[in-house]
């Protein structure tokens, strides 16, 4: 149980500090969808521990939201590279004080 | 005919409205028209007061109401005017004063650019006036007395192009104000107490209420009459009101506007009646008013200033015949017609003599006059004989009356009133050789002559006044004809008979001509004023107004300047401090509240991965604890 915990956890940081660090959209993205994935296997693991199915029904709706946010996301990012011939998070920064 | 007293008003009212909008076109004949008004409404006036005449002495009083002006809650008041004997002898001073000086302003004028607009202010005041005298409630009256502090104010300032006039135009304007403050105190004590400011309602209820109530509005009634009547301690700005053309210095500051004050009091008459402590004050500060007006009379050597300290002089004659009670009334009312006639006579004569002397004021530059201007010398004699009281004439009978009234009430009152009448037979001999006798001491390039006839015809009719207007006392017929107004007089006997009280008046006359006589008749007076330095104090205090201006700098000016700048430091760095500064620091904290938007996508993911770590902990903590 303790393992697939441990190895949620981690890849969750993986995801936190890929988003943190990265500058290329499209990994950030994919960071994201790293962290996403990281709850969802500790949704799954205290479901089974637990042995009630919230923990599984809940990870599904992760997976529908993660599928509509990457639609979004895609999106967003190739405009933006259409506009910009970039896909670095540190050039679309316009929304400043 | 008797409930045209508005009409008396709207006359001149019209004239000064036609002048003041009328263009350029009406330059030419703009004074006619303001005579004429003036004229017009002294001969409506002249006709009611006739018509009043043939009426029995119990129905001389017609009120006439245009209307109502105020109507709030209780507040009632109706723009209504009283012809009664008192106000119909007013009425006849006013206009008919008023246009024999429009008459000789016409002369006066003439070579004034600014003619047309200084007769439509002269209209403007003849209304003002004339709706001081007539108004029958407090409020009306208040609009009239402000009215002719505006025409003062207007007219006082208006060679406005040199800085001392208008100067002199402002101070009277704010001395004013003072005494207006009290004035409008007295409109509202009478609303608060009586529900009403009708004169004659107050006059009527005054017994209704308690001593203190009736001696606090005697005092305001007085605080507002001290500004208008240049008295004792609002007595500053009457001298500098010499800044004005002469003849509104005859007009305004001599004969009518200056008496507003007298006129209050004994239009108020039953509250100085119901209150002893009131007409206490009113005699106090006749009194001293009486002595140093003759005493800053005695000492200028500017024939206008000398003349003012005169009129502050015999106003003070008249505040304190007012101040005397019933007895007193009808002497303060004779005294202020008579005066109203020779000092309005004298002050012409003045502006006659200044005429002639390239518009000298000095009286040590005059000198030998009397056969290079015989009419203004002789109008101007008569209004000497008449001032010093000398027997047979106007001032002989109504300062006579004052004094012995005086005396039966209080013998230490009499005898100031006494000492002053040697006084102004000092000053006005001074004037009266220091002027016209003497040698030449003019200066060079002056060619007297005597003025114009439209100047001189005003000049001897109102020397004829002066010398006649005493009939009026022919058989007490002020008294009787008062009556209805002032209420019936009680006389005293005085504490010597009458005959007694003449001749010593008349002895103590002839002391002060004796002493003028031997010091500016005897020898020549300097043709150039001697310095500060060598003269006695009592000069040096009457040059300098009895210190009024420095007193008043001292207690009040300087205070309040001092007042005004803490007052604007304290907004600037205080008020202005709290706000601009709130702005500022708001600025500073939006300033450092910037700094984290830095429009970059990773330090906001920072941002909110910290946040979602501290609410981890704390609901760790939460759970834990």
Same mark, same amino acid.
């Given at each position: 149980m303790t393992e697939y915990i441990t190895l949620s956890t981690l890849l969750f940081s993986i995801g936190a500090v890929g988003v943190l660090v990265r500058r290329n959209a499209i990994i950030v993205f994919m960071c994201v969808e790293l962290m996403l994935n990281a709850t969802n296997l500790a949704f799954v693991s205290f479901a089974r521990q637990h042995g009630n199915l919230d923990g599984q029904v809940a990870a599904f709706f992760v997976m529908v939201v993660a599928a509509a946010e990457v639609t979004i996301g895609l999106a967003i990012i190739v405009s933006i590279y259409r506009t910009r011939r970039t896909t670095s998070v540190d050039d679309a920064n316009l929304l400043k004080a | 005919m008797l409930d045209l007293s508005w009409l008396l008003i709207a006359i001149p009212l019209a004239g000064a409205a036609l002048l003041l909008t009328w263009g350029k076109e009406s330059d030419a004949f703009g004074h006619l028209i303001a005579t004429a008004c003036s004229a017009a409404s002294f001969v409506l006036g002249a006709i009611m007061f006739v018509e009043l005449l043939g009426r029995d002495a119990g129905d001389r009083s017609v009120t006439t109401s245009l209307g109502t002006w105020i109507d709030a809650g209780h507040f009632h008041v109706d723009f209504a005017f009283t012809f009664d004997t008192l106000s119909s002898l007013f009425v006849l001073l006013i206009t008919g004063v008023g246009t024999l000086i429009h008459v000789y302003s016409i002369g006066y004028m003439a070579h004034d650019e600014r003619r047309r607009r200084f007769f439509a202010y002269l209209n403007l005041f003849i209304a003002a006036m004339l709706c001081l005298v007539l108004a029958a409630d407090y409020l009306v009256l208040f609009l009239g007395w402000e009215g002719v502090g505006l025409a003062s104010y207007l007219l006082i300032g208006f060679w406005q192009h040199k800085p001392s006039a208008a100067a002199a135009a402002k101070k009277a304007f704010v001395i004013n104000r003072v005494g207006d403050l009290g004035m409008a105190l007295a409109i509202m004590t009478c609303f608060a107490w009586f529900g009403t400011s009708s004169i004659a309602v107050v006059n009527d209820q005054i017994d209704t209420v308690s001593g203190t109530v009736a001696t606090a509005l005697g005092l305001l009634l007085l605080w507002g009459a001290c500004g208008k009547s240049a008295?004792?301690? #609002?007595?500053?700005?009457l001298l500098d009101a010499m800044e004005g053309p002469t003849p509104v210095s005859a007009l305004i500051h001599a004969a009518t506007m200056v008496t507003a004050g007298v006129y209050l009091v004994v239009r108020s008459h039953d509250v100085f009646d119901a209150s002893p402590t009131a007409r206490g004050f009113v005699i106090a500060v006749g009194l001293i008013t009486l002595l140093a007006g003759a005493w800053i009379g005695c000492t200028k050597d500017d024939i206008k200033k000398s003349l003012a300290g005169s009129t502050m002089s015999q106003i003070g004659y008249m505040m304190l015949a007012a101040g005397l009670g019933p007895a007193g009334y009808a002497f303060a009312i004779f005294h202020l017609l008579t005066h109203g006639f020779f000092k309005a006579n004298m002050f012409l004569g003045a502006g006659s003599v200044m005429h002639g002397m390239n518009d000298?004021?000095?009286? %040590? %530059?005059?000198?030998? #006059?009397r056969s290079a201007m015989p009419i203004t010398f002789y109008t101007f004699g008569i209004g000497y004989l008449a001032i010093i009281g000398f027997p047979g004439t106007s001032g002989f009978f109504s300062k006579d009356k004052i004094i012995e009234a005086a005396l039966a009430h209080n013998v230490w009152v009499g005898i100031g009133a006494l000492v002053g009448a040697g006084v102004t037979a000092f000053y006005m001999t001074r004037m009266m050789l220091m002027t016209f006798f003497g040698e030449k001491r003019w200066r060079e390039q002056v060619h007297p002559h005597e003025s114009p006839s439209v100047m001189t015809t005003p000049l001897i009719v109102l020397a004829a006044l002066s010398l006649f207007a005493g009939v009026m006392a022919l058989g007490s017929w002020i008294e009787e004809w008062l009556e209805p107004a002032t209420g019936h007089a009680v006389h005293h006997d005085p504490p010597l008979p009458i005959i007694v009280i003449t001749l010593i008046v008349l002895l103590v006359v002839a002391a002060g001509v004796a002493l003028a006589w031997l010091a500016y008749g005897r020898q020549q007076p300097a043709a150039e004023a001697p310095a500060d330095s060598e003269v006695s104090f009592f000069t040096r205090a009457g040059r300098a107004e009895l210190y009024g201006n420095a007193i008043n700098d001292a207690l009040v000016v300087r205070p309040v300047t001092h007042l005004t700048r803490a007052l604007v430091w304290g907004d600037g760095k205080i008020i202005d401090g709290l706000v601009t500064g709130s702005a500022d620091r708001i600025g500073e904290i939006s300033g450092e509240l910037r700094k984290p938007q830095t429009g970059f996508v990773r330090s906001y993911a920072l941002m909110v991965l910290g946040g979602a770590l501290v609410v981890l902990l704390g609901l760790l903590a939460v759970t834990l604890a």
């Open positions: - | 008295q004792f301690p #609002l007595q500053a700005w000298d004021v000095d009286m %040590r %530059r005059y000198g030998a #006059l």
